[in-house]
């Protein structure tokens, strides 16, 4: 659904960032907090702790060195989501070198002077010239000296480029089979994470143990090139600005404030290799590091094997870290950010560290103001549409933790007016005027969270990173549950008023030109080799150890979805859910905003509606009291009705989930206030560079200036919808035909008794009206569109249509993504970010379409400098039109493509969302069976093959968006006709 046809955009909270057991020789002994168990007598005795009433049923180690292990198995799958975190984040920084900590992440990823080398001799001598030159250049001034320095480092580093091997470690597990490769530094931590085979966990713990113990920083200053573009994707972005002026106004004396995680133009000028190295060697030890395990794990095994790696790391003592005591704020401390987005007003105040009691009062009123339902300013600024969105958070760090709101306003609205609504709703909460169920409400939701959390490993992974990181001991981690259900109101008052005073920071983001806007100029960077066709020789022994097979398994459709028959014939599939007393019901009608625009507008309009027994502020209320959501939402050509949460609540919440849909109360009021504040979103989104580009340029290119992104109703037609009509429309949803999806316990005939019961509709149903398909467009001749906007960067998407769905190319497309765009050790990564450093960002692949008889579209994408888009144009397109043959990336990819899919389990609801897309592409088999069937004899001449067919000199159609005054139009050209299109043109209005 495009975003401009919904509201839900200005909804979403900007979060801190960055940048069953089996086996055991004794089970967990059943104590009323922790204790100490013996894993197995067999050579070595582990001492484990365990918490009574934990969820994840966790085991937590602590090795000989330090280094804490969390295990925790839940076997949704043969697969282990892992974490390895690092206690130093952003706020260790030296004050002189910040950015260090993040850019030192970058290089962990490196290789060691095993890994990634193919003569660590040589390359060290050339290395260490680099990092002297580095030092020299950091402590010269003269600009003509520096300018000569860094052609030397420049020089030098090509040289010891062809010593190195360039992505070893993601080659290695890519062919493994790893997902989710990556790693992230925030404050306090940087964080290494992966998602791998069970059967490759030893591998996967030798190769980690191994790069954690050495870290090389080798292809130095192309990397930092990349960290550049990361500082400048960051300049444009807004949000992201507000976040760090929210910041330096809440702490003007700690590193949360003072410094950022990127780091400072001027730092990332002048970085310093002695400095990482000395960053690494301090806080890169194992007494400062834990490594956490979700997922199909033996826990006796999965001990023993850290412990015979990561136990050879030695300890040291870690600096202590002196945490800056912040002076009380007497006044607000008001600051302006400006830039090219929708304007939005942000307060927040400053709390007390993590593992401060009142830390988790602050949790508490956060959900008492906002939960996405029945909170505060859900109520009484969403669902009375009072602003055009507004929304609370609360960010729980170690030394202090911070507690946001942010509102974006109405047309015709001040931003100082949108705060005093903010801050209205702080009083009602130091005032306890709210109602008394909605503290025990909150805990039920909060429940239902962990619930939903729990079942996936990497969340589960990640509470053990969080206990870590904030160090606090897994046991106090699993009672603040308890603790959290009892916090009572007037604790919840009493701490609202000691800290929510006259003492906020104040954000106004206006929209306009930046008068502060900054860039990372572009040093004069040769590329430098990669070497594909080469291998270490750590590299070649890893890869010649073997691990046990595992086989794949493929979804059954028949066997794994239970259908059944609802009265009016009406299809059930049900997949029962065995973990959880958590339920998914959804109602699938294949219709939608295409069709009948008027339709995208009544489903949103109805969650501002009440009925004949409830206002719409109550329904919100009853939902939330029964652990329930609601909601209708449209697509182009679906409409999905959904209600989930706890199944023991089921009979109510259907019979309320109904009712809201048979009997909706027209409300002219809303009506008018939703197609206000409708309007003002539209103008919005056109502000918003991701939407102008990834939807409504991609979608003008693919249908023309009447496609289903310009589909809406226009402003004179939404002024004279009627409310009745809409209402009229809401009714009707369930007398079209459709089919019930439902995810739960129950067993089939009872839930077959409870919707036959519960689910009104009429003897027979009509048929869904004839979908309106929008014809694609040829693109036949090469062109290139472009969007004036305000930005440091430029981005750009290369747009080919291709052939229409046809599920015998699958497997070669599969593989091809894999091995040409796709992920870090991908040919396109390489070559654009490795070797020429020209993009942060960078990736290509071959698009399959999500509806039978719909065409498949090429698209690449690059987001970089502005002045260096001439040389990423021509780097992407010699990389589509001359794919580079490399052999041992080839074999990667086959076995990565592989080794994933036989590690791959669809579960859950997912079974019945996977059906639901192969229906869609007329498949009545999971797809995946023919791509692990027939890649591992694929060659590459068929790749090649493929490639020069349907990529190679296909017609494009370019598409771009930055600063007119940056863009070099002379280069634009050589791509054919340049167009500049307008935001009328490509919006619609």
């Keep these: 659904m495009p975003v401009k046809k919904s509201l839900s955009l200005f909804f979403v909270a900007f979060a801190f960032t960055f940048t069953q057991c089996k086996n055991e020789a004794y089970q967990t002994q059943s104590v009323p907090d922790t204790t100490a168990s013996t894993a197995s007598p067999a050579q070595k005795e582990y001492k484990y702790e365990t918490v009574s009433g934990d969820p994840l049923n966790a085991r937590v180690y602590t090795l000989d060195n330090g280094l804490k292990v969390y295990l925790s198995d839940y076997e949704d799958a043969p697969r282990i989501q892992t974490y390895i975190a690092v206690r130093a984040g952003s706020k260790n920084d030296p004050a002189d070198a910040t950015g260090l900590a993040h850019y030192l992440e970058h290089m962990v990823f490196k290789g060691t002077t095993k890994l990634g080398t193919q003569n660590w001799e040589k390359e060290k001598a050339e290395l260490d010239k680099i990092e002297a030159l580095y030092e020299k250049h950091r402590s010269t001034t003269d600009p003509a000296l520096r300018k000569k320095i860094y052609h030397q480092i420049d020089s030098i580093s090509g040289v010891a480029a062809t010593f190195a091997v360039a992505n070893e470690y993601d080659k290695i597990l890519g062919a493994i089979g790893a997902k989710g490769t990556n790693a992230y530094t925030s404050v306090e931590q940087t964080v290494y994470t992966n998602d791998v085979p069970s059967n490759q966990l030893e591998r996967w713990i030798a190769l980690e143990a191994d790069r954690f113990s050495d870290m090389v920083p080798r292809i130095f200053h192309t990397e930092l090139e990349a960290v550049y573009e990361e500082k400048n994707r960051s300049l444009d972005n807004d949000r992201w600005k507000v976040f760090e002026a929210v910041g330096a106004a809440l702490y003007p004396t700690h590193q949360y404030g003072t410094q950022t995680t990127i780091g ?187 619930m939903k959390a729990y079942e996936n490993n990497s969340r589960r992974a990640d509470a053990f990173v969080s206990a870590f990181i904030y160090g606090s001991d897994w046991a106090d981690y699993v009672k603040r549950d308890d603790e959290f259900a009892n916090i009572t109101k007037q604790e919840v008052m009493d701490i609202a008023n000691k800290y929510l005073q006259n003492n906020y920071a104040l954000v106004y983001k206006k929209t306009g030109t930046d008068p502060n806007a900054q860039k990372v100029e572009k040093p004069a960077i040769t590329p430098v ?154 103008n919005d989104a056109k502000l918003n560079k991701s939407v102008i580009l990834q939807q409504a340029m991609v979608n003008y290119v693919k249908y023309g200036p009447k496609n289903p992104f310009t589909s809406d109703l226009s402003e004179k037609e939404l002024k004279v919808v009627k409310p009745q009509e809409l209402v009229s429309i809401i009714k009707s949803i369930p007398t079209y035909e459709h089919r019930v999806l439902y995810y739960g316990p129950r067993e089939t005939d009872n839930l077959v008794a409870t919707l036959n019961t519960g689910h009104h509709v009429p003897a027979i149903l009509q048929p869904v009206p004839t979908e309106k398909v929008y014809a694609e467009l040829d693109i036949k001749q090469p062109s290139v569109y472009w969007v004036d906007y305000d930005m440091v960067q430029a ?82 397109e010699e990389l589509l039109n001359n794919m580079p043959l490399a052999d041992a990336n080839f074999e990667i990819a086959k076995a990565s493509l592989r080794n994933s899919i036989s590690s791959e389990r669809i579960t859950k609801a997912g079974i019945l969302f996977d059906y639901e897309r192969a229906k869609r592409l007329g498949l009545d088999y999971d797809i995946r069976k023919d791509v692990y069937q027939l890649t591992n004899d694929m060659t590459f001449p068929q790749l090649h093959e493929f490639q020069q067919k349907f990529v190679k000199s ?36």
């Design 795 to 876: 981005e750009l998407l290369f747009v080919t249509k291709s052939m229409p769905y046809d599920k015998t190319m699958i497997p070669v497309v599969r593989l091809y993504n894999q091995y040409f765009g796709s992920g870090m050790s991908s040919i396109v990564f390489q070559e654009l970010r490795e070797s020429k450093a020209l993009a942060y960002s960078a990736y290509s692949f071959y698009s399959t379409a999500t509806k039978k008889d719909r065409s498949n579209y090429i698209i690449s994408y690059i987001g970089t400098q502005a002045d260096k888009l001439p040389e990423a144009m021509v780097g992407m």
């Design 954 to 989: 296909q017609p494009q159609a370019i598409l771009v968006i930055g600063s007119k005054n940056k863009l070099n139009f002379k280069e634009l050209e050589r791509y054919g006709k340049v167009q500049q299109l307008s935001l009328n043109e490509i919006f619609g209005y």
């Design 529 to 682: 080799p990669v070497n594909r066709e080469v291998q270490s020789e750590y590299y070649k022994a890893f890869m010649a150890k073997e691990a046990p097979a595992l086989e794949p398994v493929f979804i059954d459709y028949k066997k794994d979805i239970t259908e059944a028959k609802l009265k009016s014939d009406v299809p059930l599939l049900y997949t029962k859910n065995k973990d959880n007393g958590l339920f998914q019901l959804y109602y699938i009608l294949d219709t939608g905003s295409d069709t009948n625009p008027k339709l995208g507008l009544a489903v949103d309009y109805l969650e501002y509606l009440g009925t004949d027994k409830y206002t719409a502020e109550e329904l919100k209320k009853e939902f939330y009291k029964l652990g329930t959501s609601f909601g209708v939402s449209s697509s182009g050509d679906q409409v999905y009705v959904s209600l989930t949460g706890l199944d023991e609540n089921f009979e109510p919440a259907l019979a309320l989930f109904e009712s809201v849909i048979q009997n909706p109360k027209a409300d002219q009021q809303a009506l008018n206030d939703y197609v206000s504040r409708l309007l003002k979103a539209r």
């Design 264 to 450: 400072t133009i001027e730092h990332l000028k002048n970085p310093s290799i002695t400095e990482i190295k000395k960053y690494f060697d301090t806080y890169y030890v194992p007494n400062n590091m834990a490594v956490a395990l979700s997922g199909d794990i033996d826990f006796d095994q999965a001990i023993r094997v850290i412990d015979e790696y990561f136990g050879k790391l030695q300890s040291k003592p870690v600096p202590e870290f002196k945490v800056a005591q912040e002076k009380p704020i007497e006044k607000p401390v008001v600051k302006e950010v400006i830039g090219p987005d929708a304007e939005n007003v942000t307060v927040a105040y400053r709390f007390p560290g993590f593992n401060d009691h009142d830390a988790l009062v602050l949790q508490m009123i956060s959900g008492i103001l906002y939960n996405g339902q029945a909170g505060l300013i859900d109520l009484n600024l969403n669902q009375q549409q009072k602003v055009l969105g507004a929304y609370a958070y609360d960010n729980q760090m170690k030394d202090y933790s911070d507690f946001t709101l942010s509102a974006t306003p109405r047309q015709g609205q001040t931003l100082d007016q949108a705060k005093e609504m903010l801050l209205a709703q702080i009083e009602l909460v130091k005032q306890g005027k709210f109602d008394d169920w909605l503290l025990s409400a909150v805990v039920n939701d909060y429940k239902i969270s962990k």
